[in-house]
């Protein structure tokens, strides 16, 4: 089966918007990262692999990545109050208040790009808005088809993941590049499993990420922002 092609500004503008280069902040965040490299846990590339990956398979596939589809439907439709509804579930869902504080700040420096840029967007969430929803409707000005959105969003997250490890174990660069050639073949099957999943599996608990998220407010020296 051939596979569709994909238009050219399209791809562009899907660069452009998981660019490390996008003026939103996400660099600044390690999401319990940097308190798992003082613990211990992630140590080298390998333990590093295996900490994304857990991230990806146990709360990007059942909580983001679903919850993203669902408020782009919902968008795509000008349903727009289904579209605050997921994101409010989504707010809600953020396990501790270093994780909420930076979910919604990325979410609000989304919007005032948007805004910077005068983009037609419809639909605007105020306060507290996840990064999600600004990215759909993001996504929406841009024209991007909703085949990309899902993919585009957790390349976005894996990236800077692997950002953060690179300075905080610290990785060299080939060394970082091999993580992400390890993980990059997950992506697809993982933006498939969360399209599959219905509404009464939406959820994560990860005790441990909670834990040292809440533990990275009060770390010694830290590399990133709480």
């Keep these: 089966m051939t596979a569709p092609a994909i238009d050219a500004l ?15 902040g996400a660099y600044a965040y390690s999401q319990g990262l940097e308190s798992a490299v003082e613990a211990g846990w992630v140590r080298d590339a390998g333990s590093a692999r295996d900490w994304l990956q857990a991230l990806m398979l146990r709360s990007q596939v059942s909580v983001d990545l679903p919850v993203l589809l669902r408020m782009q439907r919902a968008y795509a439709a000008a349903d727009f109050g289904a579209y605050a509804h997921w994101n409010d ?13 930076e979910d919604t700040q990325l979410g609000a420096a989304l919007w005032r790009l948007l805004d910077g840029l005068e983009l037609p967007v419809a639909g605007r969430i ?9 990215f759909v409707a993001a996504c929406h000005a841009w024209q991007l088809p909703a085949s990309m959105i899902g993919i585009g969003y957790l390349w976005c997250w894996l990236e800077n993941q692997v950002s953060a490890a690179t300075k905080l174990i610290p990785l060299g660069q080939t060394a970082a590049q091999r993580v992400l ?11 498939a499993r969360a399209a599959a999943l219905p509404d009464d599996e939406l959820g994560a608990s990860l005790p441990g990420l909670a834990w040292l998220s809440a533990q990275h407010e009060t770390q010694y020296s830290r590399l990133f922002r709480s």
Excluded at 10 to 24: E, T
């Design 126 to 134: 105020d306060a507290p808005c996840s990064f999600a929803a600004a």
């Design 10 to 24: 399209a791809l562009a503008r899907l660069l452009r918007l998981v660019s490390p280069a996008l003026p939103v």
């Design 181 to 191: 050639e390890q993980l990059l073949p997950l992506l697809p099957d993982a933006v």
């Design 89 to 101: 579930w989504l707010v809600a869902s953020r396990e501790s208040a270093e994780l909420h504080f």
